[in-house]
Antibody, heavy 122, light 107 residues
């Protein structure tokens, strides 16, 4: 069974940093592009970043570019999101998602992790 | 950026009804569209990708159609467990973008 397990969320002050992790299992992680999608409380879905299976290509939403960094460790089947200079508007549930078609960056996300809540507040 | 506009924002229908949700892209996206279902308190789940390809395990009462700028998701026979918010998403180009969502309720 394909599983994605996020961790690292929590309460952080504005301007602070947080690193999210996503441990993957049940599929060949090193052949799948991955991404992060977030959802602010009561709001819709916002894609924020994608990374190719080999980590040589990354994309970011304008809202996080220059502050967030996506990375992966294929030897540990783990995806990361380093979040710096956090703002109140970054408060959201952050989902780790598998670009399930494999090899390329197709943009089709399945499955989704359970999500980890990041709250930016003083 | 490609803007995705869904309508309606909410719909209330009876069990057994046919429900159709539409999604319009601000520019042509070929068939690069997915539909997701998000039940209350849960993570989203993909239903359809490439505009009309049903993801494995998804009931056949869900179907998708369209290409270019206009797309639709149809639930042919509404079940109580279909109560959820549905999102479209374009995968034609980065930044990937989602529609605002359509909340489906039972009348």
């Amino acid at each position: 069974e394909v599983q994605l397990l996020e961790s690292g969320g929590g309460l952080v002050q504005p301007g602070g940093s947080l690193r999210l992790s996503c441990e993957a299992s049940g599929f060949t992680f090193s052949t799948h592009a991955m991404a992060w999608v977030r959802q602010a409380p009561g709001q819709g879905l916002e894609w924020i970043s994608s990374i190719s299976y080999s980590a040589d290509t990354t994309y970011y939403a304008a809202s996080v570019k220059g502050r967030f960094t996506i990375s992966r460790d294929n030897s540990k089947n783990t995806l990361f999101l380093q979040m710096n200079s956090l703002r109140a508007e970054d408060t959201a549930v952050y989902y780790c998602v598998d670009d399930f078609r494999g090899n390329g960056m197709y943009g089709w996300f399945d499955p989704w992790g359970q999500g980890t809540l990041v709250t930016v507040s003083s | 950026d490609i803007q995705m506009t869904q309508s309606p924002s909410s719909v209330s229908a009876s069990v057994g009804d046919r429900v159709t949700i539409t999604c319009r892209a601000s520019q042509g996206i070929l068939s690069r569209l997915a539909w997701y279902q998000q039940k209350p308190g849960k993570a989203p789940k993909i239903l359809i990708y490439e505009a009309s390809t049903l993801q494995s395990g998804v009931p056949s009462r869900f179907s998708g159609s369209g290409s270019g700028t206009d797309f639709s998701l149809t639930i042919s026979n509404l079940h109580p467990e279909d109560v959820a918010t549905y999102y479209c998403q374009q995968a034609k180009s980065f930044p990937l973008t989602f529609g605002g969502g359509t909340k489906v309720e039972i009348k």
